[in-house]
């Protein structure tokens, strides 16, 4: 048994290829439920995201679980193996179970420490666990790896300091007025960084947004998004005297907003603070801005200060999660190896008492005479003597799976009792018992939605 990742990210994959392989979330399951009847695959769950979509999955041998998930890749996607294969970053037993730890906490993100990849994360589980395919050990494993990132984000400041220019002008903002719910802003351009920082100024509470472009369309459009108002070129001088920050992304290649500008504005503020943040390359306000009264001007060169030192904060964040993740990978490895044990012991002790029952069996016939007394205690005994054999061998086993190497060693142990066979018979019955539960929550299913279909309309 291993456990194996396979992904397409964006530390690799230009965004061409990686859109390719998106998965919807309506299609999820279904694609889950193929790659969990895919020979080698044992347990397995599909995470996709804009930046990554990665499949994990534990397997019975790695060669073979490599190519069969390149295999559903290229069938699923429609696209040659030869096209992506050069992108794929491939993770192996201890490596792979690493980067599942560190995908959900944000330490793989493009964005190091950000949170939404958690719930990405947690919804790409619970989909596997409801398709039913997940097993013991994906159970135990992503309830540690949520439990741990939860802890992550709770525990450190991985997450506490703005890695954006958009977000970093927002905090900047906080910095000098405190709570932004009741300020008035204007957004000057509608591009992408403009929405990016209009969606933080939304969840930072700002109601009142105004937003002001060339193109009055693309302001209506960009405003209407977040229930904000539009305005047109012409009417800038108008929101500027109404607003407490600007925030200035546009593509123009000359100053939108000049000293002269700003100074005749003031008086007719009656020299409110007025808070501007350039955030455009080439810069589209004024540098002299900042020599007038009550004004206060920052230029992305400003904000790239606050984000790289704020990058390195996270960083310092990174050091203490990875010795978080360090202690519960042990942990993890610890109650692996002691999951590999049961097996083992289990058909050692099915072939011991299958060994004594024969004997007992053999003795009746053999003494056929024998009253119920006494073949209880023939059984009794036997089964003794049985028990104390195994004692000693069962307690050096499960010692055994906590040292290195503890794989061959309980592989030696099969062989030395002979136990393949005991071992084969009891994966088929697990994989019945699994089945079994598959199909009666698929007729649960079935029956939950028979009875609401029966329902009376509302």
């Known amino acids: 048994m291993h456990i194996l990742t396979v992904g397409i990210n964006y530390k690799k994959t230009p965004v061409h290829i990686r859109e390719k392989f998106a998965i919807p979330i309506n299609a999820l399951t279904e694609a889950l439920q193929e790659l969990r009847q895919t020979k080698s695959i044992l347990e397995c769950v599909i995470v996709s995201t804009c930046n990554r979509t990665e499949v994990y999955a534990?397997?019975?041998?790695?060669?073979?679980?490599r190519y069969y998930i390149k295999r559903f890749l290229s069938e699923t996607f429609d696209i040659q193996k030869e096209v992506f294969e050069p992108f794929l970053d491939?993770?192996?037993?201890?490596?792979?179970?690493?980067?599942?730890?560190?995908?959900?906490?944000?330490?793989?993100?493009?964005?190091?420490?950000?949170?939404?990849?958690?719930?990405?994360?947690?919804?790409?589980?619970?989909?596997?666990?409801?398709?039913?395919t997940t097993g013991t050990i994906f159970n135990m494993l992503f309830k540690q790896v949520i439990t741990t990132a939860k802890k992550a984000h709770a525990e450190t400041d991985i997450g506490q300091?703005?890695?954006?220019?958009?977000?970093?002008?927002?905090?900047?903002?906080?910095?000098?007025?405190?709570?932004?719910?009741?300020?008035?802003?204007?957004?000057?351009?509608?591009?992408?960084?403009?929405?990016?920082?209009?969606?933080?100024?939304?969840?930072?509470?700002?109601?009142?947004?105004?937003v002001v472009n060339r193109t009055y369309e693309r302001a209506v459009e960009l405003a209407q998004k977040f229930n904000g108002q539009a305005y047109d070129y012409s009417q800038l001088d108008q929101c500027l005297?109404?607003?407490?920050?600007?925030?200035?992304?546009?593509?123009?290649?000359?100053?939108?907003?000049?000293?002269?500008?700003?100074?005749?504005?003031?008086?007719?503020?009656?020299?409110?603070?007025?808070?501007?943040?350039?955030?455009?390359?080439?810069?589209?306000?004024?540098?002299?801005?900042?020599?007038?009264?009550?004004a206060f001007l920052y230029d992305i060169d400003d904000l790239n200060g606050i984000v790289n030192a704020n990058l390195e904060e996270r960083k310092k964040e990174a050091v203490k999660i990875q010795e978080m993740i360090a202690i519960e990978m042990d942990e993890f490895s610890?109650?692996?190896?002691?999951?590999?044990?049961?097996?083992?012991?289990?058909?050692?002790?099915?072939?011991?008492?299958?060994?004594?029952?024969?004997?007992?069996q053999s003795i009746l016939n053999k003494c056929p005479d024998l009253d119920e007394r006494e073949e209880k205690v023939i059984r009794k005994h036997t089964k003794s003597i049985v028990n104390q054999m195994l004692r000693?061998?069962?307690?050096?086993?499960?010692?055994?799976?906590?040292?290195?190497?503890?794989?061959?060693?309980?592989?030696?142990?099969?062989?030395i009792f002979a136990l393949e066979e005991e071992i084969k018979e009891q994966e088929k019955i697990e994989r019945a018992q699994q089945l079994a539960k598959r199909i009666d929550k698929k007729q649960k299913a079935y029956k939950e939605q028979a009875v609401r279909n029966e329902l009376p309309a509302h």
């Open 392 to 415: 000693d061998p069962i307690t050096r086993v499960k010692e055994l799976a906590g040292e290195p190497g503890a794989r061959d060693s309980l592989d030696l142990v099969t062989e």
């Open 58 to 65: 534990v397997v019975d041998q790695l060669h073979t679980g």
């Open 90 to 132: 491939i993770k192996e037993n201890d490596e792979a179970v690493q980067h599942i730890f560190e995908v959900p906490v944000g330490l793989d993100s493009m964005i190091l420490g950000e949170t939404q990849i958690l719930g990405q994360i947690k919804e790409a589980f619970f989909t596997a666990q409801e398709a039913g």
């Open 161 to 210: 300091n703005a890695v954006s220019v958009s977000y970093a002008a927002i905090e900047l903002g906080k910095k000098v007025f405190g709570d932004l719910s009741a300020k008035k802003v204007l957004i000057l351009g509608a591009g992408k960084m403009s929405e990016l920082t209009v969606k933080h100024l939304n969840a930072n509470g700002v109601s009142e947004v105004f």
């Open 334 to 360: 610890k109650w692996l190896n002691t999951l590999g044990v049961v097996p083992v012991i289990t058909a050692l002790r099915q072939k011991a008492l299958s060994i004594q029952e024969e004997t007992v």
């Open 241 to 294: 005297q109404q607003v407490d920050i600007v925030i200035s992304s546009t593509g123009a290649n000359h100053y939108v907003m000049t000293k002269q500008q700003i100074e005749d504005m003031m008086s007719a503020r009656h020299d409110h603070p007025l808070f501007l943040i350039d955030i455009a390359v080439p810069r589209d306000l004024d540098p002299a801005i900042h020599e007038v009264e009550n």
